[in-house]
């Protein structure tokens, strides 16, 4: 029998997904890096959702990391990680949310180096 803390009333449970900002700053030519390589590598490997501005783009590139339904049952919020301009943070970010994500894989030591608090948000990433 399915736990039903980690169902959700219109489907089953949601895996751990990713966000990617791309508009004015993040994937433009301000910021260095391949940033179709990087949407087209989190895609082969993870859900993804491209973003309007989150408005930070002082952290562009933004990946927000969204809990799976067993992370939010496990009390875990969306992750925001910034500055994400090299394959290997990328690469870094796939492990992770392969792994779990939020409130099931704690998240590597490298990653926390990229993780920043959103200024309060009248919508949600
Ligand atoms: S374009 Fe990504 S935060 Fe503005």
Same mark, same amino acid.
């Given at each position: 029998? =399915?736990?039903r *803390?980690t169902?959700?009333?219109t !489907?089953? =449970?949601?895996?751990c997904?990713? +966000? +990617? @900002? *791309?508009?004015?700053?993040c994937?433009s030519p301000?910021?260095?890096?391949d940033h179709a390589a990087?949407?087209?590598?989190l895609r082969a490997? /993870? =859900? +993804? *959702?491209v973003?309007?501005?989150l408005? /930070? @783009?002082?952290q #562009?590139?933004?990946?927000v +990391?969204?809990p799976?339904t067993a !992370?939010r #049952?496990a009390?875990?919020? $969306? %992750?925001?990680l910034g500055? %994400?301009n090299?394959?290997d943070?990328?690469e870094?970010?796939v492990?992770?949310v *392969? #792994? !779990? !994500?939020?409130?099931?894989a704690?998240? =590597?030591d /490298?990653?926390?180096?990229?993780?920043?608090t959103? $200024?309060?948000?009248?919508g949600g990433a």
């Amino acid at each position: 029998m =399915p736990d039903r *803390r980690t169902k959700r009333t219109t !489907g089953g =449970p949601v895996p751990c997904r990713v +966000v +990617v @900002c *791309r508009d004015c700053c993040c994937g433009s030519p301000k910021v260095t890096g391949d940033h179709a390589a990087q949407t087209a590598r989190l895609r082969a490997e /993870v =859900p +993804v *959702r491209v973003s309007d501005c989150l408005d /930070v @783009c002082e952290q #562009a590139n933004v990946i927000v +990391v969204q809990p799976s339904t067993a !992370g939010r #049952a496990a009390g875990a919020r $969306p %992750v925001w990680l910034g500055l %994400v301009n090299d394959a290997d943070a990328t690469e870094d970010i796939v492990g992770w949310v *392969r #792994a !779990g !994500g939020p409130g099931v894989a704690p998240l =590597p030591d /490298v990653l926390d180096l990229y993780a920043f608090t959103p $200024p309060r948000r009248r919508g949600g990433a």
